[in-house]
């Protein structure tokens, strides 16, 4: 027998995919223990967890992938084989259907007059400013967890410097968070300069911030410079267009609720969690928190069985990111629709905030 860790470790599914699957019926444990809950899997089942891992890779459906189990497991190859060969026309069919909807989004853009509506054009005149180093240091811990990995996009693998008068606006995101802060500028009087630092070059910036004496920034052409005293850190900024997130953080209000930041967290890694949701741009699984603003202004974290439909779900681990990242005893957040981001945000600062994407319930749900 296999413990739910060893079937991870042997399977690559994982403990949290493991336990969604053993509540969807998919995957049930061979025993558990009527004690403690653990289970256990037979050592047949190995083959079945990985042949899932590999349907699941494939979007196949779970009510399907049970049949293919059940198939597999009774040696029903031609009720297997007509299950796979549906699911594949499906997939054929629906990136058909796909490359049609992308030529003509593509001819769509080919006729924009200008893509200023979408995104920030990146401009990198020549500029020279000091900023405080403890509000530049704060700024960048507050939006460094929000910055993409993602190869294919690689203008969010940084973070958004946007200088503006007296201001100096960071901003990170990876489609499905963004996290804006801001400090002080001293000096700055050209025009409105965005460049796009690498994370690279934005941690060796972040290590030198560690006085109290104001940083020297200075952005020439596509090369960006820190200074502090007689260190610097210097490097070329990343191309392309940044999402325009001036457009992307008007959001209507929603219901706001302030937090203890040290109990709400305990109270989202201790409490229940919707397992196995599957995250779109890792294809990793993820812990699921579902919360809700109650009538006395707590927020409370919603069990399985809630299925109120003022219900917000997000990604669990991405709240706790932007809670650290909120450094505040105190925050607020702010719910609004199920389908609108959720905001996390200072009391002190109503600039410096967080948004993440929910979740979809009803698709999580069906999932």
């Known amino acids: 027998m296999r413990s739910i860790g060893e079937m991870a470790r042997d399977s690559g599914l994982g403990v949290s995919a ?8 998919v995957l049930v444990p061979a025993w558990v223990d009527p004690v403690s809950g653990y289970r256990w899997y037979a050592p047949e089942q190995l083959e079945e967890a990985r042949l899932l891992g590999r349907l699941r890779r494939a979007g196949m459906p779970l009510a399907d992938i049970r049949l293919v189990l059940a198939g597999w497991g ?15 026309r499906r997939l054929e069919s629906g990136l058909s259907d796909a490359r049609r909807e992308f030529s003509a989004l593509r001819a769509l853009l080919d006729h924009r007059e200008t893509a200023s509506m979408t ?18 240091a704060a700024a960048l811990d507050a939006v460094r967890f929000a910055a993409g990995t993602d190869a294919e996009l690689p203008m969010l693998g940084g973070i958004l410097f946007d200088i503006e008068g007296e201001l100096l606006h960071l901003v990170a995101t990876d489609r499905y968070r963004m996290a804006v802060a801001r400090t002080r500028t001293i000096g700055h009087g050209g025009p409105r300069t965005q460049v796009i630092v690498p994370l690279p070059l934005a941690d060796a910036m972040r290590a030198l911030l560690t006085g109290e004496e104001p940083a020297e920034l200075v952005v020439d ?27 992307l953080v008007r959001l209507p209000a929603g219901r706001r609720a302030r937090v203890e930041a040290v109990a709400f967290r305990r109270a989202l890694e201790t409490g229940p969690v919707r397992e196995g949701e599957t995250r779109e741009q890792d294809s990793e699984p993820y812990d699921l928190s579902v919360l809700r603003v109650a009538e006395n202004g707590t927020v409370i974290v919603c069990d399985d069985g809630d299925d109120d439909p003022n219900n917000v779900g997000v990604n669990r681990a991405f709240l706790l990111d932007a809670l650290t990242a909120g450094a505040r005893d105190e925050l607020i957040l702010e719910l609004g629709a199920p389908t609108a981001p959720l905001a996390i945000r200072r009391p002190d600062d109503e600039y410096a905030f967080s948004l993440l994407m929910p979740v979809r319930l009803e698709d999580q749900m069906s999932a």
């Open 18 to 25: 493991l336990r969604f699957y053993d509540r969807a019926g």
């Open 74 to 88: 009774g040696a029903d190859a031609e009720l297997v084989r007509g299950l796979l060969q549906a699911h594949l």
């Open 221 to 247: 052409g596509d090369r960006v410079t820190l200074e502090t005293g007689d260190r610097q850190a210097a490097g070329q900024s990343l191309g392309g267009e940044f999402p325009d997130y001036r457009r």
């Open 119 to 136: 995104s920030l054009h990146t401009t990198t005149a020549a500029a020279r400013f000091s900023v405080p180093a403890p509000e530049m």
